[in-house]
């Protein structure tokens, strides 16, 4: 399988620190790292500059890190009065796997995976499974179901997913399972994330101005200050 791309936007000017184990988690996947500056037009060309070479001195050094610890890093920056967009735009732009919509990462070993959708599995499922599990504590597969109807074929899903972590590698005393019934799965989510460090979700599937990255996302990251990867279809 090839190694997924991931990128990691880095928020400029006070970009939030990346723990070693985060770092370590993600060794087998490319990394991009996507410096995003958001800088007044009436900055003068002699301070843009300063700063441009500051954040690419700090990228630089993070892609660094990555690259000793596994595979390739790489860096772009963006600076503009308005870079709210920009992430979503180059995740588009270069096809990448899935996108880390950040929030301060203290440490990493506890993972919670939602899966809501059946056509999510396999892309998932190939995120998870390059993750180090050597550092990731424990993994928590989790799925909504809408009625008290649809919970064994939830779990049927997560049980497909649970073997195929296995068969990579996986412990099986670290994968739970878990299904819960509401009609509120951001809610649900976010509820639930509050034991854990890091996020993994597919991307949802709403209108074309509130696709990944949209108003389901950040109301979980908002609700849970937790960073969530976002895995693209």
Same mark, same amino acid.
């Given at each position: ?21 985060? *770092? ?33 001195? *700090? ?11 596994? &595979? ?102 670290? *994968? ?12 649900? *989510? ?19 101005? &509130? ?23």
């Amino acid at each position: 399988m090839e190694p997924q791309t991931v990128l990691i936007p880095v928020e400029f000017p006070d970009p939030d620190p990346l723990p070693s184990t985060f *770092i370590d988690c993600l060794t087998s996947c490319r990394v991009l790292l996507l410096g995003v500056y958001e800088i007044p037009s009436n900055v003068d060309a002699d301070e843009r500059q300063r700063r441009e070479v500051e954040a690419y001195d *700090i990228l630089y050094t993070l892609a660094n890190q990555f690259a000793q610890s596994g &595979e390739t890093a790489d860096v772009e920056l963006v600076m503009d009065e308005d870079v709210s967009d920009v992430p979503t735009t180059v995740a588009e732009d270069r096809d990448v796997d899935a996108l880390l919509v950040p929030n301060p990462i203290t440490t990493l070993g506890r993972v919670l995976v939602p899966l809501r959708e059946a056509k999510f599995q396999e892309p998932v499922t190939d995120l998870v499974s390059t993750l180090d599990e050597d550092v990731l504590l424990h993994t928590t597969l989790f799925h909504v179901a809408d009625s008290d109807d649809d919970v064994e074929a939830g779990r049927e899903m997560l049980s497909t997913v649970r073997d195929h972590l296995v068969d990579e590698g996986f412990p099986r005393t670290r *994968i739970d399972t878990e299904v819960v019934v509401s009609d509120d799965p951001p809610f649900a *989510i976010s509820q639930a994330a509050r034991d854990y460090e890091l996020l993994v979700m597919g991307e949802t599937q709403e209108s074309s101005l &509130e696709r990944v990255f949209g108003k389901t996302y950040e109301s979980i990251a908002e609700q849970t200050d937790r960073p969530i990867i976002v895995v693209r279809e």
